[in-house]
């Protein structure tokens, strides 16, 4: 099995911006958490808006992490009379077998809910009875390259929608390396692809992104990593970048 080091698999997976350790599980009594912050923009102007991260995951059997997310989104600039998106979400992620290279299988489950009723005193973005049940199988490998130590992550399963949104299928593929002990590198690619079920009014869309980050360990236990978004291809959307800034921990 190869070790990646003091942050399970060298953090390969994303929920909402938020880091998770993908396929693999923390170590019992063993925990991660990151706060981050980010920047989007339309290309074509007209709409921006900034975001908040926060995330923790723990250990709650060696086979078996809790975690939970709470992000924030507010329009800025010409957008900024609309109301700001807040949200959580609380997931279990349970490792099925690990193989004969020490590469993890494991499921993911994973339950959204929008808090705008009890954060904002106006009409929020999306429904405050929309609920978001995602479900994902997930997969894992270390191994070693000319440039490091690296992994490599792919996560597929389904989101449903309680409201008039559509069903999603959803696809994430990672690959890292770490050239040094101090720095990381990955890049990620995140599929959405709507399965056409929304009702009228509802949104439904494709969308490719890409995006590339860098992190450097400023202690044992801390990383900053910064990176960005971009949206490549899409249908009935219109395409955007982020900007990533982020702080994770291991405890």
């Known amino acids: 099995m190869l070790r990646l080091g003091g942050l399970t698999g060298a953090i390969a997976a994303c929920v909402g911006g938020a880091a998770t350790a993908g396929a693999w599980t923390q170590p019992a009594g063993a925990g991660f958490s990151s706060v981050g912050s980010s920047y989007y923009a339309l290309r074509g102007g007209g709409y921006e808006e900034l975001g908040l991260t926060s995330y923790i995951e723990y250990g709650a059997l060696d086979w078996l992490t809790l975690g939970a997310v709470i992000e924030a989104s507010q329009p800025i600039g010409a957008a900024g009379d609309q109301p700001g998106d807040t949200g959580a979400v609380a997931l279990a992620r349970v490792r099925l077998a690990v193989g004969p290279h020490g590469d993890p299988f494991a499921a993911q489950l994973s339950v959204g809910a929008p808090l705008n009723d009890v954060v904002n005193d106006v009409a929020p973005q999306r429904d405050d009875d929309e609920i978001e049940t ?65 009702d009228p009014f509802g949104s439904d869309y494709d969308v490719l992104k890409i995006a590339p980050s860098a992190g450097y360990r400023i202690t044992p236990e801390l990383t900053l990593v910064v990176g960005t978004e971009h949206e490549v291809a899409g249908r009935d959307i219109t395409l955007g970048d982020r900007f990533r800034l982020s702080i994770w921990r291991s405890f």
């Not at 894992?140 to 449903?160: I, K, Q, T, Y």
């Open 134 to 198: 995602d479900f994902r199988l997930l997969y894992g490998r270390g191994f070693s390259s000319p440039f490091g130590d690296g992994w490599a992550n792919a996560e597929a399963g389904v989101r449903l929608r309680s409201g008039i949104n559509s069903d999603e299928f959803r696809l994430d593929l990672t690959v890292g390396v770490r050239p040094t002990e101090r720095w990381l590198t990955f890049v990620q690619a995140f599929v959405t692809r709507s399965l056409g079920n929304e």
